[in-house]
Nanobody, 125 residues
Framework: QVELVESGGGSVQPGGSLRLSCAAS????????VGWFRQAPGREREFVTA????????YYADSVRGRFSLSRDRANSALYLQMNSLKPEDTAVYYC??????????????????WGQGTQVTVSS
């Protein structure tokens, strides 16, 4: 079992950058697939990025590929989402996730058992 705590959200102008962090308490990420989902007002929760525990190459949604970067520390106790060239459509609550997702389910919210409380990202001029 692992508990997830996000930080780093906030407001930024279009074209700006933010870095989200996710800390693992009562456990580590070492045996889990980890990543981020987001949910904008009036929209369904959507996949942003994730990585398998045995594969260091993250998967990205087409909408963020080339702008967002996922990484985790060597101790597998922290996860980071670097977001560059932010757009108004990136505005959402961002959730850190961990679970037993495999390659075929890496983009599915139902594959993740553990969710953080969410952190708000607002991109507006």
């Amino acid at each position: 079992q692992v508990e997830l705590v996000e930080s780093g959200g906030g407001s930024v102008q279009p074209g700006g950058s933010l870095r989200l962090s996710c800390a693992a308490s009562k456990g580590t990420f070492s045996s889990f697939s980890v990543g981020w989902f987001r949910q904008a007002p009036g929209r369904e929760r959507e996949f942003v990025t994730a990585m398998r525990p045995s594969n260091s190459n993250p998967y990205y949604a087409d909408s963020v590929r080339g702008r967002f970067s996922l990484s985790r520390d060597r101790a597998n106790s922290a996860l980071y989402l670097q977001m560059n060239s932010l757009k108004p459509e990136d505005t959402a609550v961002y959730y850190c996730v961990a679970g037993r997702a495999i390659t075929s389910t890496i983009r599915s919210a139902s594959a993740y058992s553990y969710w953080g409380q969410g952190t708000q990202v607002t991109v507006s001029s």
